[in-house]
């Protein structure tokens, strides 16, 4: 008599489930601190530029002087698009009018891994490995900032090699130069959300990498879970719930109205923390440095919020994540709101690149099991 195998019994979404070994980073969400190898993320979003975060990650260590400024002038050369990618963008671009930048990089990225001849990582050695993803990564702020401005119907600007990441990123997307502060600014948020633990995207990355496919490959899928609003899309839907608002008197009435009738407030609460997300109070600073009635309205929010949660959901620790005070800064400095998740996806392909690199070096594909619910088998075949 055959058996069937017990299959143990998980949580829904695999909550909490360890899966593997990283050295690539943790989230200790009861302490509300995450870090990338053995360093605070947010001391070095403080402290640090995001080209020394990128060689930690791929690395394991903190560039010196010399081999810092040798990584920053490595990756700027590999931002230029090669020309079977660019001259397809206008039609991705077209396709993509509804969808928007972070649809059209799935397409892209499949091309620049074809265009580049990328090849199965299980088949590299891992200095052919990070050579790939170093590509991939530079590639990918060109590739959103076109298709942003080829759908406003702009020309591309094409990437400098002479500027660091963020403030060429900001200079692909508007044409010119931004202000230090700015460009530190979302220096600081590219930096805070890297990387996250085994979040949706980073796992599905990592799935797609235990089966040796190439870092294009891996990247796509990584890109396709990030565009799902329950998990990429929420800062400019945070920055909505403000202007849904309005004005400081309507906020305890519509909240209310949204907590009683059971609807999610957009930026608010977090599947880890049980405390306040460190990066929300980082980039909360970091508004607050600039000012002005948009930040006044979302600190007020905030406050309300949190004690209206507090009266009607008590015991829940329900605070601003990161997409709160993300959508705040991005508006601040003059990103559009079609480009608030896809400036998530230019930092976290840094992430997914280093987590791809590392079950790179694991040949075991990953493939769990599920438990069947559906009528019992066999059943007879009903004649036709």
Partial sequence: MTTTPVVPAVPRGLAGVVVTDTALGDVRGREGFYHYRQFSAIELAETRSFEDVWYLMFHGELPDRAAAADFTARTAKLRALPAEVREALPAIARAGAVSGPLAGLRTALSLLGAAGGYRPVYDLDAGSRRADALAACAAVPTILTALQRLGEGLEPVEPREDLPYAANYLYMLTGTEAEPERVRAVEQYLISTVDHGFNASTFTARVVASTGADVAACLVAAVGALSGPLHGGAPSRALDTLDAIGTPDRIDGWIREQVLSGRRIMGFG??????????????????????GPLVDFAVEVEQQVEAILAELKPGRELHTNVEFYAGVVMELCGLPRTMFTPT?????????????????????????????????????????
């Fill in 270 to 291: 977090h599947p880890v923390y049980r405390t306040e997300d460190p990066r929300s109070r980082m980039l909360k600073s970091i508004a607050q440095g600039f000012g």
């Fill in 344 to 384: 998530f996806c230019a930092a976290r392909v840094i992430g997914w690149s280093a987590n791809i690199l590392e079950q790179a070096e694991d040949s075991k594909i990953i493939r769990p099991a599920a438990r069947y619910i559906g009528t019992p088998p066999p059943q007879p075949v009903p004649a036709p």
